[in-house]
């Protein structure tokens, strides 16, 4: 049995054949081979057509349901195609608006999403107001006032890039999760909320679970899938540079990458994978990855007090990032119980912003969104049956991942 989150749409063609052959042989009898091949490939391709439209746009999740498809058809599925739910195990609803929602997979272990609401005029929560001291979001909370609300996604049970400022990478890493599992993280969540944005920015690294990742956003991006424009999904990576490439031939979706430093010996010391892949080579896969200049690459950066928040990484932040159409995206550390390091000043913060957009660079400051159930960037966990715990697993370096798919 396998599960219809799994599938792109072609692969769903492709899986429906046998019986589409079948309903070619009645349907076509006196027909050529040929022919009737012809016929069973259109008519897989129509019906994979209709059954991603029922399921991610109608949101119907039983194949009793469908009943616009036939009853031999139905009947097939039923036999042959799950479809797949994942369990809530909590919900929590920050003052400000965000939810975090903890899934259990069908091996128990967890992984979470969380829903970023925002609204048009979301300056009112001003940078100082709500990053620095938590101010209710009241405009948040009415969701007439709505107009984008971004899902933030999992790609893997925990992290194995050891990023120091993470708490998902101070945990270190358990399983990838398959396409279903990451596809039915928005799907499920479509039915109640207008999802306007798709990041992965949850727990895991994506592109270290290329494959699943890719088919996911082919299923985001298909007109008749989840049907997300290309800038509305990004996938954002510590730096897989070999997987930087993939990601640009297989899709068109949105690139973030995670900087948080200005040279190798400090982005190094604080995210192991720049072991593997250096600076140099980062930057260089963005250049690739941005052609002929039209789409924009964010660069996030977690502000780390005394470790890489000054006006020199300014300076040097800015002469990196030369020639690449580039959107800094400045985080301020969200700690956690162990974490090692400390919240730039909101002071310092400015500084470092100002001095980028002197320099002519694209810059905003992060507002942390849902400090209070936890569920701001970096502060993500799972709890799965390993001995690793996290509030008494201080950070540690770990070697950097041996993937082979590095
Ligand atoms: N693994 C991917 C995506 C998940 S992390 C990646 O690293 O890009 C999502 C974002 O959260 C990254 O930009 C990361 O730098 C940031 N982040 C991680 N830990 C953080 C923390 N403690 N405080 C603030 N941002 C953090
Ligand atoms: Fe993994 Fe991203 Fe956290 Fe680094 S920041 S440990 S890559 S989830």
Same mark, same amino acid.
């Given at each position: 049995m396998s599960y219809l989150q799994s599938y792109t749409r072609d692969e769903l063609a492709t899986l429906l054949m046998p019986v589409c052959r079948k309903a070619a042989l009645k349907r076509r009898k006196h027909a050529t081979e040929e022919v009737r091949e012809a016929y069973a490939q259109k008519k897989s391709h129509y019906h994979a057509k209709q059954i991603f439209s029922l399921h991610y746009q109608q949101h119907i999740h039983s194949w009793d349901e469908m009943t616009d498809l036939s009853k031999a058809m139905r009947e097939w599925l039923k036999q042959h195609v799950q479809i797949f739910s994942l369990d809530t195990l909590t919900e929590q609803r920050s003052e400000d608006g965000t939810m975090k929602f903890l899934w259990q997979?069908? +091996?128990?272990?967890?992984?979470?999403?969380?829903?970023?609401?925002? #609204?048009?005029? +979301?300056?009112?929560? #001003?940078?100082?107001?709500?990053?620095?001291?938590?101010?209710?979001?009241?405009?948040?909370?009415?969701? +007439?006032?709505? +107009?984008?609300?971004?899902?933030?996604?999992?790609?893997?049970v925990g992290c194995a890039m050891a990023c120091k400022f993470c708490l998902t990478g101070v945990q270190g890493f358990d399983r990838q999760l398959e396409v279903h599992e990451i596809v039915t993280q928005v799907a499920q969540l479509a039915r109640t909320y207008p999802l306007s944005n798709i990041v992965f920015m949850g727990m895991g690294e994506p592109l270290h679970n290329p494959d699943a990742v890719i088919k996911a956003c082919k299923i985001f991006r298909d007109d008749a899938g989840l049907s997300f424009s290309r800038r509305r999904v990004t996938v954002s990576t510590s730096g897989l540079v070999p997987q930087i490439d993939r990601l640009r031939e297989e899709t068109d979706v949105t690139l973030a990458i995670s900087l948080s430093g200005t040279h190798d010996p400090q982005r190094e010391e604080i995210m192991p994978v720049n072991k593997k892949w250096p600076l140099n080579e980062l930057l260089d896969a963005c250049r690739r990855f941005q052609g002929n200049g039209k789409v924009w690459i964010t660069f996030e950066y977690v502000m780390l007090k005394d470790v890489n928040d000054t006006l020199e990484d300014a300076a040097r932040l800015a002469d990196i990032l030369e020639g690449i159409r580039a959107k800094v995206n400045l985080i301020p550390f969200n700690p956690f119980p162990g974490s090692i390091y400390d919240r730039s000043d909101p002071e310092q913060v400015q500084r470092f912003k100002n001095a980028l957009i002197e320099k002519g660079v694209f810059t905003s400051v992060r507002i942390s969104r849902g400090q209070d159930i936890f569920a701001a960037c970096g502060q993500l966990r799972s709890a799965f049956g390993t001995a690793r715990g996290t509030e008494k697993h201080a950070p540690s370096l770990q070697s950097p991942p041996q993937q082979k798919n590095h």
């Open positions: 997979l069908p +091996d128990k272990k967890t992984v979470e999403s969380v829903i970023i609401p925002a #609204t048009g005029n +979301d300056a009112h929560i #001003t940078e100082e107001g709500n990053q620095f001291r938590g101010t209710k979001n009241e405009a948040a909370l009415k969701p +007439d006032n709505w +107009d984008r609300m971004t899902i933030c996604i999992s790609s893997q």
